[in-house]
């Protein structure tokens, strides 16, 4: 029998660029208008990808002063429940206190080295701002402030919420790392692991003869996310928020034989839940066409501020701002193709069901991780642009 209970699961990104930060990247430490009590900061970071393409990162948290304690889930014990641990402020460095805490609850920071070891873990976002702010930032010997770049590997939670009925998100930062020498073979790019629900509506009547003949489908899908207040109002529920992606082909055929296969329903009564790879693209179209150099960009070349090649390179990245997702292929889960048709799709019309407490399943994208994304054995890569 289909679920008509709507559960949310994946929800991960990893990211590798370069850490591009400003003053206005680290915000001060602020107290909550809402509770006097409550002091909190926010970090926004840039990630160059290269070619016009960046992706923000966040990092908020903060601390009741009048009740200075950090909760945080356990390391989990097999066939045992999720258990908090509530610490105190003033212990939230004592090493047996964090080693208690599960991995997935932690900050970890390593913008020095690649050397693992030297890694460190936070339980506050707080102290977490405070030593990228830190290892960012470079004073001269007059005083005058400016903050490094660096190449990095993020990785984090996906978190989705409306907005004067759009869906947003927030890419929220869980380790940030210089990048290693395996990493910098890696594309600069945003990859998410995301689970949608799809319904047959979330396809056009004509998705097959567009996707041969335009090499591109948008498909309306939707994303489950717990959502505790929706409109100033009280809800603590899983909501399918609506959050579409585009599948760009290079062989419009076999695309269309993959989604039909993978990512399409074939009962209109049920919805599937796809743990799909998606790229997200979030930046500037390149400009087609002859690049002119004028005479005031000329003399720029000519002063030596400006390389021609650099010029051209910014020039070909300030077309309109585009922010796009792109299917990759589904993931793979203990060897299998992670899309399963589970739910009734009352889920979708509904649009409110109530969640079981299931936790979020957190992605571990380590290099020994080898359980949930490799779709090479599919030629995906050969299929989808």
Do not use: C
């Amino acid at each position: 029998m289909a679920d008509k209970a709507l559960q949310s699961k994946y929800a991960s990104f990893v990211a590798y660029g370069v850490a591009n930060p400003r003053e206005e990247s680290f915000g001060e430490v602020t107290t909550s208008k809402n509770n006097v009590n409550y002091v909190y900061r926010r970090m926004n970071l840039r990630i160059d990808m290269g070619e016009g393409r960046q992706s923000y990162v966040q990092l908020m948290g903060g601390y009741d002063k009048k009740d200075a304690t950090i909760r945080r889930p356990a390391v989990t014990v097999a066939n045992q429940p999720t258990e908090f641990l509530t610490i105190p402020w003033d212990k939230r460095f004592d090493e047996a206190m964090v080693s208690q805490v599960a991995n997935y609850s932690k900050i970890s920071v390593n913008l020095t080295d690649t050397n693992y070891d030297n890694t460190k873990s936070f339980l506050s976002e707080l102290d977490a701002i405070e030593e990228m702010e830190k290892a960012f930032t470079t004073v001269d010997d007059k005083g005058n402030i400016t903050f490094k770049q660096i190449p990095v590997r993020v990785t984090g939670d996906i978190e989705y919420r409306t907005y004067n009925g759009e869906t947003t998100r927030n890419f929220n930062l869980r380790t940030i790392r210089v990048m290693t020498e395996k990493d910098k073979q890696e594309k600069y790019r945003m990859e998410l692991h995301q689970t949608y629900i799809i319904g047959d509506k979330s396809f056009s009547r004509n998705f097959e003869d567009e996707l041969v003949e335009k090499g591109s489908i948008i498909v309306a899908a939707y994303v489950p996310q717990y959502v505790s207040k929706q409109d100033g109002k009280v809800v603590k529920k899983v909501l399918p928020l609506p959050y579409a992606f585009t599948v760009r082909a290079k062989d419009g055929a076999k695309a269309v034989d993959v989604i039909n296969q993978f990512i399409k329903p074939n009962d209109e009564d049920i919805a599937l839940e796809a743990d799909l790879i998606i790229d997200s693209f979030d930046g500037y179209e390149k400009v087609q066409g002859e690049i002119k150099i004028t005479d005031d960009l000329q003399s720029l070349i000519d002063a030596g501020l400006m390389t021609e090649e650099e010029l051209k390179k910014q020039m070909t990245a300030s077309g309109r701002r585009v922010h796009e997702d792109f299917f990759k292929g589904p993931m793979i889960v203990n060897q299998k193709v992670s899309v399963n048709p589970r739910y009734d799709i009352s889920v979708l019309d509904t649009g409110v069901v109530e969640d079981r407490d299931m936790p979020n399943n957190h992605i571990d994208f380590g290099d020994d991780d080898d359980s949930s994304d490799n779709s090479n054995d599919l030629d995906i890569a050969d299929i989808f642009g």
